[in-house]
C-alpha cells in the first residue's frame, strides 16, 4: 500500500468516526460539541495506536532477482570444488522490521521437453525451507531457516539452488532436504514458486521460470547462458 493510499484510508476513518458521533450525539450546542471533540480525539488516538500505527508502519517484503551477479554467480566449495550458486535478494520496504522470515519452496513444474510444445506437469513436492545464504545447512535448523529482515534497503540473500561441476546436477539448496522426494532439476524447462513468510508480515510469492542445458561450463557468461533463471 502506498503512503497516498494510506492517508486516504485514515482520512475516511477520521470521516467515519466524525459522522458516528455526529449522529451518537446530536451536536447542538457547545457543550456537546466539546464533548464530541473530546471523544473524536481519545478514538482517533486509540485507533491510530491499537491498529493504524501497526498498520502503516508494518513491514513490506520485496524479492528482487536476476540472471547476472550477484544472484547468479560461480565459487569454490570447502574441498575446492566448483559451485554455481543461484540466489534471490530480499529487502524490506516497509517501516518495522519483519521478524522469523521463512524462505519456503512450495511448488515445481516440470515440462515434457521430449515433446514440442508439451504442458507444465506439477510434481508431488512437499513444501521445504530454503536456505538462508551463508547459513549452515544441518547444523542449526533454526538459523538456516528464520531470519529477521530490518528495514532501510539492505539486501538478505537466500539460496534457490547451486550446480557442482562433479555431477552437473541442478540441486536446490535446502535447510533440511527431504529424501522421500526429488530435490533436483533434470536438463530442460522448469518452473518453481518460493513465497516468503514472517511472524508479522504479508506473504509473498514469486515465481521463477528455470531452463537448464544439464552441463557444465567453466565460466560465468557461459554458465548465465546455460542456466537461464527469470523471476515472472
Not at 481519545?42 to 540472471?67: C, D, G, H, R
Not at 515445481?108 to 538462508?132: G, T, Y
Request: aromatic content about 12%.
Amino acid at each position: 500500500m502506498t503512503n497516498r493510499e494510506k492517508k486516504f484510508t485514515l482520512l475516511l476513518v477520521l470521516t467515519v468516526i466524525v459522522a458516528a458521533v455526529y449522529y451518537l450525539f446530536g451536536v447542538k450546542d457547545g457543550i456537546n460539541l466539546l464533548v464530541a471533540l473530546g471523544t473524536v480525539g481519545m478514538t482517533l488516538i486509540i485507533v491510530y495506536i491499537e491498529v493504524i500505527k501497526s498498520w502503516i508502519q508494518k513491514p513490506e517484503i520485496k524479492i528482487e532477482f536476476a540472471n547476472e551477479p550477484p544472484y547468479c554467480h560461480p565459487d569454490k566449495g570447502k574441498k575446492g570444488s566448483k559451485i554455481y550458486w543461484c540466489h534471490f535478494a530480499i529487502f524490506n520496504n516497509g517501516r518495522s522490521q519483519a521478524d522469523d522470515c521463512e524462505a519456503v519452496l512450495e511448488r515445481v513444474w516440470d515440462w515434457n521437453n521430449k515433446k514440442e510444445n508439451s504442458e507444465q506437469k506439477e510434481r508431488k513436492f512437499i513444501p521445504s525451507n530454503l536456505k538462508w545464504s551463508a547459513e549452515d545447512r544441518h547444523e542449526d535448523f533454526e538459523r538456516a531457516c528464520f531470519k529477521t529482515i530490518y528495514p532501510g534497503g539492505r539486501r538478505y540473500f537466500c539460496d534457490i539452488a547451486r550446480v557442482e561441476e562433479k555431477g552437473n546436477k541442478f540441486n536446490f539448496e535446502l535447510a533440511r532436504p527431504l529424501k522421500s522426494q526429488n530435490n533436483s532439476l533434470l536438463r530442460g524447462k522448469h518452473k518453481i514458486q518460493i513465497s516468503i513468510y514472517s511472524k508479522n508480515g504479508v506473504k509473498v510469492t514469486k515465481k521463477f521460470v528455470i531452463d537448464w542445458c544439464g552441463e557444465w561450463k567453466e565460466t560465468s557468461p557461459e554458465m548465465q547462458e546455460c542456466l537461464k533463471i527469470k523471476m515472472l
